[in-house]
């Protein structure tokens, strides 16, 4: 099983938009003959991913039947073997007259208050490598957690969901404010890493989102990341994401929308294109798995 994170401690910068396309794209690929078994866990109290996939009730109504990774968590943390099933929801891909969606599993998040698990027992922050990986990798091959912004060494749910994933997606903006935030970003990512004593390999990537090649910002922001990316060791993804304004003006319409694929035409192909640079990187350093 693959685990990959979507993270950076700024919001507004494209995790949920790119894990809604990148999930899209996924469930349609092959391994082994078959479908590739693909969970979306949403990690962020906003709830944006569930809510996209799901739509507001029912996102309401797993919340209050406890049909969260939140709970989910704070079970294990317990001593606790929750069955995942029951806990499951499935975005079915049927849509009237219109081609079919791939259908995603989902693990919807906790409310805001939920997740702030400070005083709560959700330590290790292994637990969830420890006890919640080997039940996934019974059910699935890949795994995207979409994560929250603002973290700190607190979110103890979500630093849990760092130290649990193999590979990091940071969609980044070559924005000053956005470029600013990245140090913090890359010292909590370099926080967990060190939690994380199971030593899996980590192909890490920065993911330029709305990003134009043409534009000053871009010209001006891009060697400053390049800096960064060479300090820290994290690469920076070939394939660049670029700004839709069909998808900048989409926010309403997240409640009803059930994928991006066939109104983000221009940005779609980009993701497609990424997600094979990833499995490609991925092969090479992980051939095995
Ligand atoms: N490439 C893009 N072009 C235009 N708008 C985008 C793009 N990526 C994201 N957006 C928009 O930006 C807003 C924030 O994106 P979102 O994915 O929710 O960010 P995050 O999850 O990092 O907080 C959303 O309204 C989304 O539709
Ligand atoms: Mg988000």
């Not at 962020?44 to 969260?68: F, H, M, N």
């Not at 990774?69 to 606790?80: D, E, R, S, T, V």
């Not at 070559?174 to 994380?196: D, F, G, H, S, W």
């Amino acid at each position: 099983m693959y685990t990959i994170a979507l993270y950076n401690n700024k919001g507004g910068v494209g995790k949920s938009t790119l894990t809604l396309a990148m999930a899209d794209f996924l469930a349609t690929l092959q391994v082994s003959g078959r479908p590739l078994r693909l969970l979306v866990i949403d990690m962020d109290g906003q709830g944006s991913i569930s809510t996209a996939l799901l739509g507001e009730s029912r996102v309401q109504q797993a919340r209050e039947s406890g049909c969260t990774i939140g709970h989910l968590a704070l079970q294990l943390a317990n001593g606790q073997q929750p069955a995942l099933q029951p806990l499951l929801q499935i975005r079915s891909g049927s849509r009237g007259g219109q081609p079919p969606l791939p259908s995603l599993t989902v693990l919807p998040s906790d409310r805001e208050s939920m997740l702030d698990f400070d005083a709560n027992p959700l330590r290790p922050l292994t637990l969830l490598a420890q006890r919640l990986k080997p039940m996934l990798a019974e059910q699935f091959d890949m795994v995207l957690l979409d994560l929250p912004g603002s973290l700190d060494e607190r979110h103890l749910l979500a630093v849990n969901a760092l130290v649990m994933s193999e590979a990091l997606l940071i969609p980044v903006e070559l924005t000053r404010l956005a470029i600013q935030a990245l140090p913090e970003t890359v010292r909590m990512i370099r926080y967990a890493q060190e939690k994380n004593d199971l030593a899996l390999p980590n192909p890490l990537g920065f993911v330029l989102n709305r990003a134009d090649r043409r534009s000053r910002q871009f010209r001006l922001h891009l060697p400053q990341l390049q800096q960064l990316s060479q300090q820290c060791g994290i690469a920076i993804f070939d394939n660049l994401l670029p700004h839709a304004a069909d998808l900048a003006n989409a926010s309403d319409d997240t409640l009803t929308f059930s994928s991006l694929k066939d109104r983000y035409g221009t940005y779609y192909p980009h993701v497609r294109k990424m997600v094979k640079e990833l499995f490609d990187r991925w092969q090479q350093l992980a051939p095995s798995a």
